[in-house]
């Protein structure tokens, strides 16, 4: 299983990834979904975790994307935006899982 994590904020980021590392994972970290969909090509039994306030291509069109593929990885949003924003970007993906900022290694962990 490899962990893909997309997030422009290094510090989240960095953290996300020590953390995932620490508990023997494999990671790859990237900063934006753009880089990721060319470089990246997910297994079904990988995990994705994407911001969904991504720059340029946002989390949400970046996880159409990923399905459009064919690809399935278990994908477990970030976000620090508000509820509402949330439900329209995700309304026809409804099996996502949406984590609120700030994060804490526990929740993260309880997910894996």
Known sequence: M???IIEDDPGVSDSLRFLLQ?????????DDA???????EP?????LIIDLGLPG???????????????????ICIT???????DESLRDMPSTQVLRKPLSGETIVALL
């Open 80 to 86: 620090g935006q508000a509820q509402k924003t949330i």
């Open 2 to 4: 490899v962990i893909y």
């Open 22 to 30: 620490a508990m023997g994972h494999a990671v790859s970290a990237y």
């Open 43 to 47: 297994q079904p039994q990988d995990v």
């Open 57 to 75: 291509m946002s989390g949400a069109e970046a996880i159409r994307e990923v399905t459009g593929r064919g690809w399935s990885p278990r994908i």
């Open 34 to 40: 753009e880089t990721f969909l060319v470089e990246a």
